[in-house]
């Protein structure tokens, strides 16, 4: 507040100054028949008449709150005000003028009336560029910090769609482990036991990259290795894990839980429809400046979008908040038997 007023009464005294070396100038180029010490005093009223009458101004604008108005509804107003102070400038000049005994010879012969309208028009002209630069200032200033709280709301948005989001996903992941687990306490005690303790581990992994963003890929396929395992006790024979993972991806950031998400869908919707089940591949690249995330399994899409199903649309939201329209999602029927889920992130993007 105390920067804005220094500034405003900077710009005052630069403002009014400049007027009065205008006239300064012009008093000498028309070689004006009035003393210096004359001109140098009607300088000073006019220097003084004019930050006198356009504070008020200002503080009847902030008084009123033109500045939070629309410019149709202000513009009426501004020029009203423009017009008053006008006015009142003259009359404060004449009046001081005349007290003071600087009026020109030509001037004394004139009425009062067509002095002050003279007068009127006349300041009007310095009057006319305070109003427009006062106005168009403010009305600068108040869009720059629209668009700050703007975006600052878009960020609190972001963070708390992230949050929801996964808020969601680590439920529905742990239901589906316990489900895994809970069909190996008759059939295998010890599998149990084992089981158990690899959840164990990814919960502790999940709680840890709660607040982040994003996480190293390294520690996201641990969590995803750790969630096959599970899933690998109850299909058994029936689910073959194959890996393709470039070691130099590893320590790129995606979203947690995302890849866990892709491939508990390739597991929910792919191999545990098959009798026979499949194989789960999971293939980390770098292709054109984009670190490619693929996810293949047996199975068909059977009219599966990019949309549908909360694990795919979460991970398309994701990816949408995080990277904007620069990742890339896209599932699809790479042959009869495979389906194949790909995510591309732009490397060095966070």
């Not at 895994?180 to 303790?197: F, G, H, W, Y």
């Not at 996201?220 to 073959?240: P, T």
């Amino acid at each position: 507040m105390r920067k804005s007023n220094s500034r405003y009464w900077l710009l005052q005294f630069c403002g009014w100054g400049f007027v009065g070396l205008v006239m300064l100038f012009f008093a000498h180029a028309y070689k004006v028949n009035i003393s210096w010490p004359n001109i140098l005093s009607r300088i000073t009223i006019v220097f003084t008449a004019g930050i006198l009458t356009t504070h008020v101004l200002r503080l009847i604008i902030k008084w009123r709150g033109w500045m939070m108005q629309s410019i149709e509804k202000v513009i009426p107003k501004m020029i009203i005000a423009m017009v008053v102070t006008s006015a009142i400038y003259s009359l404060i000049n004449l009046g001081l003028l005349s007290f003071f005994h600087l009026d020109t010879e030509g001037s004394r012969k004139l009425s009062f009336i067509n002095k002050f309208m003279g007068s009127t028009v006349d300041n009007g002209l310095f009057i006319l560029p305070w109003v427009l630069i006062y106005y168009f200032y403010h009305f600068i200033e108040k869009s720059r910090r629209q668009q700050m709280d703007t975006l600052q709301l878009e960020t609190l948005i972001k963070e708390l769609e992230l949050k929801t989001i996964k808020a969601h996903i680590n439920p529905h992941f742990i239901f589906n482990s316990l489900n895994s687990i809970r069909a190996l306490v008759e059939e295998n005690p010890q599998r149990a036991r084992e089981a158990v303790t690899e959840l164990s581990n990814i919960l502790r992994s999940s709680m840890q990259v709660e607040k982040a963003e994003t996480v190293s890929f390294e520690k996201e396929l641990d969590i995803v290795k750790d969630y096959l395992a599970l899933e690998n006790m109850r299909f058994e024979d029936r689910l073959k894990i194959e890996y393709d993972i470039d070691e130099d991806t590893l320590d790129q950031p995606v979203p947690p839980m995302m890849l866990q998400t892709l491939v508990e869908n390739a597991i929910k919707h792919g191999i545990s429809k098959q009798i026979n089940g499949g194989v789960v591949k999971i293939i980390s690249d770098f292709k054109d400046h984009y670190h490619e995330l693929t996810v293949q399994n047996t199975g068909y899409l059977n009219g599966y979008s990019n949309t549908e199903g909360f694990g795919l649309s979460s991970t398309t939201n994701r990816l949408s908040l995080l990277y904007g329209d620069k990742a890339k999602f896209e599932i699809k029927q790479v042959n009869p038997t495979l389906v194949e889920a790909k995510v591309q992130i732009p490397v060095n993007t966070v």
